[in-house]
């Protein structure tokens, strides 16, 4: 599932391993986290919305239009 969460990331160039240590995961756990497979833990949730400026978790993990 293409989210918010994962365009925003590519929109900054970062990758999944330097977001991945910004919030204190592991990479495989963050890519879980990124693709909906697994729900972040609320410190882990408050750390990607800061770091993504969200405010609102739903929009952040909402299911993003396809960009080609």
């Known amino acids: 599932m293409n989210t918010v969460l994962r365009q925003e ?3 900054r160039k970062w990758t999944q391993e330097y977001v991945a240590k ?4 592991t990479k495989a756990a963050f ?3 990124e ?3 697994r729900k972040p ?3 882990v949730l408050v750390k990607l ?3 993504f ?3 609102d978790p739903q929009e952040l ?3 993003a239009p396809e960009t080609y």
């Open 53 to 55: 400026g969200y405010k």
């Open 41 to 43: 833990s609320y410190s």
């Open 61 to 63: 993990f909402k299911e």
């Open 35 to 37: 693709t909906g497979r």
């Open 31 to 33: 890519q879980r986290i």
């Open 22 to 25: 910004q919030i204190g995961v």
């Open 9 to 11: 990331r590519l929109k």
């Open 49 to 51: 919305l800061n770091l």
